[in-house]
């Protein structure tokens, strides 16, 4: 597994990397990165075999944290796709990059640390993923 910063993801998707959510429906629908994104929750990550056929596809994977991250980029590998990266911090880190690199205003990063910080679903779902 390869974490990667939140610098190299950027880059990455503009490149056309797909963006895998992993998180949650809740914290996905109160706040998500609008890049090329698709949503499968940690828990289902064999669903991404139906929205991503191409194994050799470059995957950037994020959660909340990193954590849920790197067990559904491990479920990736063990289902054969070759170009999986976690975003190290997840979505948190991306949104202080973006906001530390100057390409979402302070009002942006509020608000979306704001909702990150709420947790949307407090009973997060640990299990890690079947692979």
């Known amino acids: 597994m390869q974490n990667i910063n ?3 993801a950027e880059e990455m998707l503009k490149q056309d990397a797909i963006l895998l959510d992993v998180r949650t429906k809740q914290e ?11 949503f499968v929750p940690h828990i289902e990550i064999e669903k991404a075999i139906k929205l991503i056929p191409n194994k050799d596809a ?3 994977v994020t959660c909340r944290s990193g954590k849920r ?3 559904a980029t491990n479920a990736l590998i063990n289902m054969g ?4 990266h976690n975003i190290a ?5 991306f949104n202080n990059y973006l906001f530390n690199s100057g390409k979402i205003s302070k ?5 979306a640390k704001t909702t990150l910080e709420k947790r949307p679903d407090q009973a997060l779902d640990t ?3 079947r692979a």
């Open 107 to 111: 009002e942006e990063y509020e608000k």
């Open 81 to 84: 796709y070759t170009n999986v």
């Open 89 to 93: 911090g997840g979505i948190i880190e």
């Open 127 to 129: 299990r890690q993923p």
């Open 58 to 60: 470059t995957i950037v």
């Open 6 to 8: 939140a610098q190299e």
């Open 28 to 38: 996905f629908d109160a706040f998500h990165i609008n890049m090329n994104v698709l």
């Open 69 to 71: 991250g790197e067990y």
